[in-house]
């Protein structure tokens, strides 16, 4: 089976193609996509149109995923607005210096955050095959910490109880520790879940 992934995002599309890498799945680079609003009011509504719009304009398998942080004090900011929150789409520093001055004093307690990701899979025609969610709780430091990973992961500490990775930083987790229990990562095992009763159709 092929899929093409539908991001032109490097790091996600990098975590993507090491979590596929088991299944037996060729991942196609897009060449081309649509340029998709995401106009939806939460994220498997704009995962299920972003795979649809893909799959439309290629002719492909075509998965796809919305994903973001959730902020308890916030009221579950910034939400679908994750990868624009301070403006520009994508500009990480940005948004995590934003989130730091939105969080400034907040106490431990009100601390709460959880990373989601909505996957969803669309045949060629368009039609939803495939729709799972992950999810992952934790809480917002008060100072970035470690060197890897993008987005938000300086900022999220790891609060799951029973891990050998709790208490650390997802940006101090190399790809292994963390696709083990990122919201990504848990998506995408549901999804390797359904996919072989998919193949038999």
């Not at 299944?23 to 939806?40: I, K, M, W, Y």
């Not at 934003?98 to 060629?124: H, I, N, S, T, Y």
Request: aromatic share 6%; with cysteine; proline share 6%.
């Amino acid at each position: 089976m092929r899929i093409l992934l539908a991001t032109q995002n490097k790091k996600k599309r990098a975590e993507f193609e090491a979590m596929f890498a088991p299944l037996g799945v060729e991942l196609l680079a897009p060449q081309e996509l649509p340029d998709t609003v995401e106009d939806q009011p939460d994220f498997p509504g704009n995962a299920r149109k972003k795979a649809a719009e893909a799959a439309l304009a290629t002719g492909e398998w075509c998965l796809a995923d919305d994903s973001g942080l959730e902020v308890q004090h916030l009221d579950g900011a910034p939400g679908v607005l994750s990868a624009r929150f301070a403006g520009t789409h994508g500009d990480d520093a940005a948004n995590n210096a934003k989130l730091l001055q939105l969080m400034a004093d907040v106490p431990e307690p009100q601390r709460g955050a959880r990373f989601v990701c909505a996957l969803c899979l669309c045949r060629p025609d368009g039609t939803a095959a495939i729709e799972v969610f992950g999810q992952v709780q934790g809480r917002i430091l008060e100072t970035p910490r470690g060197t890897r990973d993008f987005g938000y992961d300086p900022l999220f500490l790891f609060t799951e109880p029973g891990f050998d990775v709790t208490g650390q930083g997802f940006a101090e987790l190399d790809h292994g520790q963390k696709s083990a229990v990122s919201h990504r990562g848990r998506a995408l095992a549901l999804l390797a879940e359904k996919l072989p009763a998919l193949r038999a159709e």
